[in-house]
């Protein structure tokens, strides 16, 4: 039997191993401001890989999008919109803020969302958008830029699974007021868990760094609500280590997206996943679905790909807002959202990580074809 594909893989090597063993003989792990030699380093190398003044490490991108929320003093009574085709730690924060989350359709060709369904949703106690790059292709932002700056609504940046993507020349993270990375185990990269704010606004960086910290202004002063977001040092030497990996990594995600793409191309059967001129994926995860499909169907041929050792997955086969939890709280119900329930009904993922070479990839196809008939 062949061995298991994994979805994803982390790339770990001498680098990252020799980095944490560094932190782990200088006895310092972490630091009480959040703020270690480490953590330094890498927030500025990571900066500057994006193009923004500031990178505000944290512990996760759950704590990166809950700090950009508090850092915007978003509070009980606001509304924030977002997709529901996403994972739920983009929407926990914001009942972390006591506010509510008001979920929004997607581009059924990009699956990211749209920025005319978050403009009919634009309610008078709406301060945030939450824009998520889905699987790595970044949205159409200048409609949604455009759109945030006549309304006064701030844009936060859901890069989770973006790290390196492009939009018309800038790296997402870096178009809206904060960026939201997140570095656990499934990402381009990553430190394990953890995660990063972006910004070019020197008040919200400062806000960041507070919030990390329990809302200090100074040791044992808080002046505002933060939590312990800290990332430990040996967590950013292993982020230090990985970045510098990035682009090599980006690029073979590319090439096996594109290996995948001629493998697949033939059928008529099947929607594979594009870019357009002016935005580059940092393909997370590669995502197609089977024309006429339903979620049975998907379910099945997934199933039998996973029975050919192919992690194949489903991200995400229940949309957010038909979630117990949502829907409980909310109300929300199926047929409000037509394109994320679609593609909740059709999509699936296959490996495409740094590890795989032709004759991986040529598996995963031609057992795909077999099994989607």
Same mark, same amino acid.
């Given at each position: 039997?062949r061995?298991?594909?994994?979805?994803?893989?982390? %790339?770990?090597?001498r680098?990252?191993?020799?980095?944490?063993?560094?932190?782990l003989?200088?006895g310092?792990?972490?630091n009480?401001?959040?703020?270690?030699?480490?953590?330094?380093?890498f927030?500025?190398?990571f900066?500057s890989?994006i193009?923004?003044? /500031?990178?505000?490490?944290?512990?996760?991108?759950?704590? *990166?999008?809950?700090?950009?929320? $508090?850092a915007?003093?978003?509070?009980? @009574?606001?509304e924030? $919109?977002?997709?529901?085709?996403?994972?739920?730690g983009?929407?926990?924060?914001?009942?972390?803020?006591?506010?509510?989350?008001?979920?929004?359709d997607?581009?059924p060709?990009? #699956?990211?969302?749209?920025s005319?369904?978050?403009?009919? *949703?634009?309610?008078?106690?709406?301060?945030?958008m939450?824009?998520? /790059?889905?699987?790595?292709l970044?949205?159409?932002m200048? =409609?949604?830029?455009?759109?945030?700056?006549?309304r @006064?609504?701030?844009?936060?940046?859901?890069?989770?699974?973006a790290?390196?993507a492009?939009y018309k020349?800038r790296?997402v993270?870096?178009?809206?007021e904060?960026?939201?990375f997140?570095f656990s185990?499934?990402?381009?990269?990553?430190?394990?868990?953890? @995660?990063?704010?972006?910004?070019?606004?020197?008040? $919200?960086? +400062?806000?960041?760094?507070?919030?990390?910290? /329990?809302?200090?202004?100074?040791?044992?002063?808080?002046?505002?609500?933060?939590?312990?977001?800290?990332?430990?040092?040996?967590a950013?030497?292993?982020?230090? *280590?990985?970045?510098?990996?990035?682009?090599?990594?980006?690029?073979?995600r590319?090439e096996n997206?594109?290996?995948?793409?001629?493998?697949?191309?033939?059928?008529?059967?099947?929607?594979? =996943?594009?870019?357009?001129?002016?935005?580059?994926h940092?393909?997370?995860? #590669?995502?197609?679905?089977v024309?006429?499909? +339903?979620?049975?169907?998907r379910?099945?041929?997934?199933?039998?790909?996973?029975?050919?050792?192919?992690?194949?997955e489903?991200y995400?086969?229940?949309?957010? /807002?038909?979630?117990p939890? #949502?829907?409980?709280m909310?109300?929300?119900?199926r047929?409000?959202?037509?394109?994320?329930?679609?593609?909740?009904?059709?999509?699936? %993922?296959? =490996?495409?990580?740094?590890?795989? @070479?032709?004759?991986?990839?040529? #598996?995963?196809a031609?057992?795909f074809?077999?099994?989607?008939?």
């Open positions: 039997m061995d298991l594909i994994r979805i994803n893989e982390p %790339q770990i090597g680098e990252e191993i020799e980095a944490v063993t560094t932190v003989k200088s310092v792990l972490s009480k401001t959040g703020a270690g030699s480490k953590v330094l380093e927030e500025r190398i900066a890989f193009g923004v003044k /500031h990178a505000v490490a944290v512990s996760s991108g759950t704590a *990166a999008l809950h700090a950009a929320l $508090l915007c003093d978003v509070k009980p @009574g606001d924030v $919109l977002i997709p529901s085709f996403t994972i739920a983009t929407a926990t924060p914001v009942l972390l803020c006591g506010a509510r989350p008001t979920f929004c997607i581009d060709a990009t #699956y990211c969302v749209s005319d369904a978050m403009e009919n *949703a634009i309610g008078r106690k709406t301060r945030v939450f824009v998520v /790059h889905t699987y790595g970044p949205c159409d200048d =409609p949604i830029l455009e759109l945030a700056r006549r @006064g609504i701030t844009v936060i940046e859901d890069a989770c699974q790290h390196g492009i020349k790296k993270g870096s178009l809206g904060l960026g939201c997140s185990f499934g990402r381009n990269m990553t430190t394990g868990e953890g @995660g990063m704010v972006t910004t070019n606004d020197d008040e $919200l960086a +400062n806000a960041l760094r507070s919030i990390r910290t /329990h809302g200090e202004e100074r040791p044992y002063w808080i002046t505002r609500l933060g939590s312990n977001y800290r990332m430990t040092e040996v950013a030497a292993i982020g230090t *280590a990985q970045l510098a990996k990035l682009p090599a990594n980006l690029q073979r590319r997206a594109e290996f995948m793409r001629t493998q697949l191309t033939s059928s008529d059967k099947l929607e594979l =996943p594009t870019e357009t001129e002016d935005r580059v940092s393909w997370n995860m #590669y995502t197609l679905s024309k006429g499909a +339903n979620a049975g169907k379910n099945k041929i997934v199933d039998r790909l996973r029975n050919k050792n192919i992690e194949a489903i995400y086969e229940t949309p957010l /807002h038909l979630l939890l #949502y829907r409980d909310f109300g929300s119900s047929g409000m959202l037509p394109e994320t329930e679609r593609a909740a009904r059709k999509v699936m %993922q296959f =490996p495409i990580h740094p590890s795989l @070479g032709n004759e991986e990839l040529s #598996y995963i031609d057992n074809k077999k099994i989607a008939g």
